[in-house]
């Protein structure tokens, strides 16, 4: 059963905690985990193995790491809010992103992915700028990463180019082998031209590489490409422009029709959900029920710290939970296990990464995060054949209840102490760099005690 080293010895033991796996059985035992070269070698109750290092998780939760499908690793948030969507975009998102800079980038990828590790985000994909500068915070913080470069092409100068794209893909793909991955990310039909789509799927086919992009966010987008086309929808001109397939993640997807559900199941598109961004911008609920019926892999994402305004995926687990009981009126459906599942296999299926992490499972990369349990909010906890811990993690727990992280058997956090970032020089540094960002985009004043 367990393949230890010369020594007797696996590199990581975790210890006596209620171990959800997330496997189709929704198999829960209280044992342990045993980590060797990276992935799971061992799991069941009291293995009674010799690791290197080990993680006491008696009495708290282990299970998959959470899959961030959809976010943005930028640097400003709690600022331009209350806005309506395409005037957010247009005259503050888009015009602000023009003026970041690599420095502002590397600051934002380490508040992010700091915040991601002490939250239990195991995996993320980003789609934003300079994303070389990400990709080396990521070499060095250890979470899995997707970076797609988001690009642009209208306002020119707001994001990153086919060649700038291109030139990050050459550098990256084979520099951190499968922990690190480079894609393609076509910002939206809106804001790219029609030949950009045609570009990237012909070289995404090249590179062998997934897209990343944005469909149907807002009522306001199905009105532009209505009027460009003479009456299609976002996802049907998207498959026009860009051949939709299995490599494509699409954002939101709140504005389908029947027929667009449709469309997407038969291309085998995935589907990221961002509910707290969904409500937070007032652009509507994606029908996650009817994706999921249809068979499409649909994934949990937070979207940036701009429109969430933060990277908490327990958090977003419960947001989208809420928000399908309150627009259906029905309390049955999302349940917490099915909430469990959307946000680590869900969204590992999402992203292509299904085979690797999602579950805990002998073979898989251990990709796993420990969850107190011992928290006033967590009481009653009843543990034994899993008990009523799916519920507690989901509906009373947050993101600052993960104790320990880790990815490929690497510990990025125990007991909520960080190993991998220094982060203690961080806040000041996003600190200084936000306020030169927000300089050079010409809006510091308004936005500190400014406009309200
Ligand atoms: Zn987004």
Same mark, same amino acid.
Not at 18 to 42: K, R, S
């Given at each position: 059963?367990?393949?230890?080293?010369?020594?007797?010895?696996?590199?990581?033991?975790?210890?006596?905690?209620?171990?959800?796996?997330? %496997?189709?059985?929704?198999?829960?035992?209280?044992?342990?985990?045993?980590?060797?070269?990276?992935?799971?070698?061992?799991?069941?109750?009291?293995?009674?193995?010799?690791?290197?290092? =080990?993680?006491?998780?008696?009495?708290?939760?282990?299970?998959?790491?959470?899959?961030?499908?959809?976010?943005?690793?930028?640097?400003?948030?709690?600022?331009?809010?209350?806005?309506?969507?395409?005037?957010?975009?247009?005259?503050?998102?888009?015009?602000?992103?023009?003026?970041?800079?690599?420095?502002?980038?590397?600051?934002?990828?380490?508040?992010?992915?700091?915040?991601?590790?002490?939250?239990?985000?195991?995996?993320?994909? #980003?789609?934003?700028?300079?994303?070389?500068? /990400?990709?080396?915070?990521?070499?060095?913080?250890?979470?899995?990463?997707?970076?797609?470069?988001?690009?642009? %092409?209208?306002?020119?100068?707001?994001?990153?180019?086919?060649?700038?794209?291109?030139?990050?893909?050459?550098?990256?793909? %084979?520099?951190?082998?499968?922990?690190?991955?480079?894609?393609?990310?076509?910002?939206?039909?809106?804001?790219?031209?029609?030949?950009?789509?045609?570009?990237?799927?012909?070289?995404?086919?090249?590179?062998?590489?997934?897209?990343?992009?944005?469909?149907?966010?807002?009522?306001?987008?199905?009105?532009?490409?209505?009027?460009?086309? &003479?009456?299609?929808?976002?996802? /049907?001109?998207?498959? +026009?422009?860009?051949?939709?397939?299995?490599?494509?993640?699409?954002?939101?997807?709140?504005?389908? #029709?029947?027929?667009?559900?449709?469309?997407? /199941?038969?291309?085998?598109?995935?589907?990221?959900?961002?509910?707290?961004?969904?409500?937070?911008?007032?652009?509507?609920?994606?029908?996650?029920?009817?994706?999921? &019926?249809?068979?499409?892999?649909?994934?949990?994402?937070?979207?940036?710290?701009?429109?969430?305004?933060?990277?908490?995926?327990?958090?977003?687990?419960?947001?989208?939970?809420?928000?399908?009981?309150?627009?259906?009126?029905?309390?049955?459906?999302?349940? /917490?296990?099915?909430?469990?599942?959307?946000?680590?296999?869900?969204?590992?299926?999402?992203?292509?990464?299904?085979?690797?992490?999602?579950?805990?499972?002998?073979?898989?990369?251990?990709?796993?995060?420990? =969850?107190?349990?011992?928290?006033?909010?967590?009481?009653?906890?009843?543990?034994?054949?899993?008990g009523n811990v799916a519920e507690h993690i989901v509906w009373s727990?947050?993101?600052?209840?993960?104790?320990?992280?880790?990815?490929?058997?690497?510990?990025?956090?125990?007991? +909520?102490?960080?190993?991998?970032?220094?982060?203690?020089?961080?806040?000041?540094?996003?600190?200084?760099?936000?306020? #030169?960002?927000?300089?050079?985009?010409?809006?510091? %004043?308004?936005?500190?005690?400014?406009?309200?």
């Amino acid at each position: 059963m367990v393949a230890p080293d010369r020594t007797g010895r696996v590199d990581l033991l975790v210890r006596g905690g209620v171990v959800l796996t997330m %496997d189709d059985a929704w198999t829960v035992f209280e044992g342990d985990v045993a980590v060797e070269g990276g992935d799971i070698v061992a799991l069941g109750p009291d293995l009674g193995i010799r690791a290197t290092r =080990v993680l006491e998780a008696r009495g708290n939760a282990v299970m998959p790491g959470l899959v961030n499908a959809h976010m943005h690793e930028v640097l400003d948030r709690g600022l331009f809010e209350d806005l309506p969507f395409m005037r957010w975009l247009e005259e503050f998102a888009l015009p602000k992103d023009k003026a970041y800079e690599p420095r502002h980038m590397r600051a934002a990828a380490l508040m992010n992915q700091l915040e991601m590790i002490q939250g239990g985000t195991t995996a993320f994909i #980003d789609i934003f700028r300079f994303p070389a500068e /990400a990709a080396a915070v990521a070499e060095r913080s250890g979470l899995r990463a997707t970076f797609a470069p988001q690009l642009i %092409d209208e306002p020119l100068g707001a994001g990153e180019t086919l060649d700038s794209s291109v030139a990050f893909i050459e550098e990256w793909r %084979d520099r951190v082998p499968d922990r690190i991955r480079t894609w393609f990310g076509p910002h939206a039909i809106y804001s790219c031209h029609e030949e950009t789509f045609a570009r990237v799927r012909e070289l995404a086919g090249r590179y062998g590489v997934g897209i990343h992009t944005h469909l149907a966010e807002s009522v306001a987008e199905v009105e532009i490409v209505r009027g460009r086309t &003479g009456g299609l929808t976002p996802a /049907a001109y998207l498959d +026009r422009l860009l051949g939709l397939g299995p490599d494509v993640v699409a954002a939101h997807c709140i504005q389908l #029709d029947d027929a667009d559900v449709e469309l997407l /199941a038969d291309r085998d598109v995935a589907v990221a959900h961002c509910p707290t961004s969904n409500m937070k911008l007032g652009n509507g609920v994606a029908r996650v029920l009817e994706m999921q &019926g249809a068979g499409i892999r649909v994934g949990l994402g937070t979207d940036s710290v701009m429109t969430n305004n933060n990277l908490d995926m327990v958090e977003e687990m419960r947001q989208a939970g809420l928000l399908q009981k309150l627009h259906r009126r029905d309390a049955t459906v999302m349940s /917490a296990p099915s909430l469990l599942r959307l946000a680590t296999i869900g969204s590992a299926r999402a992203l292509g990464l299904g085979d690797r992490i999602g579950t805990l499972e002998v073979g898989k990369a251990a990709d796993l995060i420990v =969850v107190d349990l011992h928290t006033a909010h967590a009481w009653p906890a009843f543990r034994e054949r899993g008990g009523n811990v799916a519920e507690h993690i989901v509906w009373s727990s947050n993101d600052s209840d993960v104790l320990a992280t880790v990815v490929e058997g690497r510990v990025l956090m125990e007991d +909520r102490v960080v190993e991998t970032i220094e982060f203690d020089e961080i806040e000041e540094l996003v600190d200084r760099e936000a306020r #030169d960002l927000l300089a050079k985009a010409g809006v510091l %004043d308004s936005v500190i005690g400014g406009t309200r």
